[in-house]
């Protein structure tokens, strides 16, 4: 069965750091963009950052543009969000897409 699992959210105070996972089982990874989403209440869910199938190249979008790095290990069938310099507007819940899935979305909260 195929499922993508978010781990590694929480409270963190402003200025602070987080890594997001996004672990998948049922399928391998190898061979497939995969994108990080958010949704903030009373907000549109959207794109954070997408990784290519080969790593190579990525993208962000520009309210995390050089605070966050998307990374892939697709031996541990895993994606990762390094988030750095959090800022209370980061707090959602977020989300890892891949093809059609999603994720159930852990909880990312920045407040002091």
């Known amino acids: 069965q195929l499922q993508l699992v978010e781990s590694g959210g929480g409270l963190v105070q402003p200025g602070g750091s987080l890594r997001l996972s996004c672990a998948a089982s049922g399928f391998t990874l190898d061979y497939y963009a995969i994108s990080w989403f958010r949704q903030a209440p009373g907000k549109e869910r959207e794109g954070v950052s997408c990784i290519s199938s080969s790593g190579v190249t990525t993208n962000y979008a520009d309210s995390v543009k050089g605070r966050f790095t998307i990374s892939r290990d697709n031996a541990k069938n895993t994606v990762y969000l390094q988030m750095n310099s959090l800022k209370p507007e980061d707090t959602a819940v977020y989300y890892c897409?891949?093809?059609?899935?999603w994720g159930q979305g852990t909880q990312v909260t920045v407040s002091s």
């Open positions: 897409k891949i093809n059609v899935y």
